[in-house]
């Protein structure tokens, strides 16, 4: 790709990637030794990861947190390197339920309020709250309930807000988007199991959809993985195909879909993973400019840059 300093504002997506959701914490094989890697403070594989998105031209990137530091550490490497990084810090999950490697736990409101107060000293760019667990691929259509109710998800949005930060929300089911659109998230994580409703809702209330269709469609494509999921394959490609069907009536609908990877979850690869993402979604016959376009468009506003920031990039980057 031919990239010269004139790059003009409307084409800028064909040239600058945003990836919308990563895990910087996790790598994609192996978490239990990358994760001690990083604990022990040794920062130089976030350094390479980082290398790799840039010279992807993934200049932005937004993490779903960890409970350990690894995206704020990302995040100040990232700044030297010109990539601009937002991070929760760490997110927020229900005590005893799904959510523990990402984040800390919160028992009531009571909690919620000191964590938060501990959690703004890290100077978080976004709240991150996980509503509900994971796509079951044992059996289909489970994702592990939902943690918080409605007033405990609406409170902890609420106080985000004021403190003008976004809200990134981890939901499957119908119910789970529902609740979260309802109580003012700012961007859906996943979305798995959602129906017309909840799209008719995002498209009205502009809420950003981040389907994450990679670490689904990377155990389908990828021959590696067939042993793993073996008996699980069936349900993998049934959910894959319906969201991917879901993804389509969004576009359709009108819905801003940004382009989150889930990278560091098995099977996706940093920064390769944006790349598959695109690629997954182009399942659904759009165009591959036009996810480029929605990439870089809504991923902007996912991860609320502002305009000194993507001056930044210019500017920091002369390639640009
Ligand atoms: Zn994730």
Redesign the pocket.
């Known amino acids: 790709m031919v990239i010269s300093r004139t790059t003009p504002q409307n084409s800028l997506h064909r040239v600058i990637f945003v990836d919308s ?1 990563v ?1 910087i914490s996790l790598n994609g094989k192996n978490p239990r030794d990358w994760r001690r890697l990083l604990a022990e403070g040794n920062y130089e594989p976030i350094v390479k990861i980082l290398s790799l998105y840039k010279s992807k031209n993934i200049m932005m990137l937004r993490d ?1 947190g960890d409970n350990f530091g690894a995206s704020l550490a990302a995040r100040e490497i990232a700044g030297r390197m010109g990539i601009i990084y937002k991070t929760p810090g760490w997110a927020i999950y229900k005590k005893g339920r799904y959510g523990s490697f ?1 984040g800390k736990p919160v028992a009531d409101i009571a909690d919620f309020k000191s964590m938060f107060c501990e959690l703004l000293k890290a100077k978080p760019d976004h709240l991150k709250v996980i509503l509900t667990g994971i796509v079951d691929f044992r059996s289909y259509g489970q994702f592990g309930g939902i943690s918080f109710s409605y007033e405990e998800l609406y409170y902890m949005i609420q106080q985000a807000k004021e403190k003008e930060l976004p809200v990134m929300v ?1 939901a499957n089911s119908s119910a789970a988007v529902k609740m979260a659109i309802e109580a003012g998230a700012d961007t859906i ?2 979305g798995y199991f959602i129906t017309d409703e909840e799209l008719q809702m995002m498209a009205e209330r502009d809420v950003i959809w981040v389907p ?1 269709l990679s670490p689904l469609g990377n155990i389908l494509e990828n021959r590696d993985f067939r042993y793993r999921y073996q008996n699980q394959i069936q349900i993998i490609k049934k959910v894959f195909n319906e969201h991917l069907a879901t993804v389509k009536k969004a576009i359709e609908l009108g819905v801003k879909i940004a382009i989150g990877s ?1 990278s560091g ?1 098995f099977g996706v690869y940093h920064s390769r993973g944006f790349f598959d993402e695109v690629r997954h979604i182009k399942k659904c016959g759009i165009s591959e400019n036009q996810i480029f376009k929605m990439a870089f468009e809504n991923g902007l506003k996912a991860l609320n840059i502002k305009p000194s920031e993507l001056k930044s990039i210019h500017q920091n980057n002369k390639e640009f």
């Open positions: 959701h895990h779903g990402l981890h994580e996943h994450t889930d979850s």
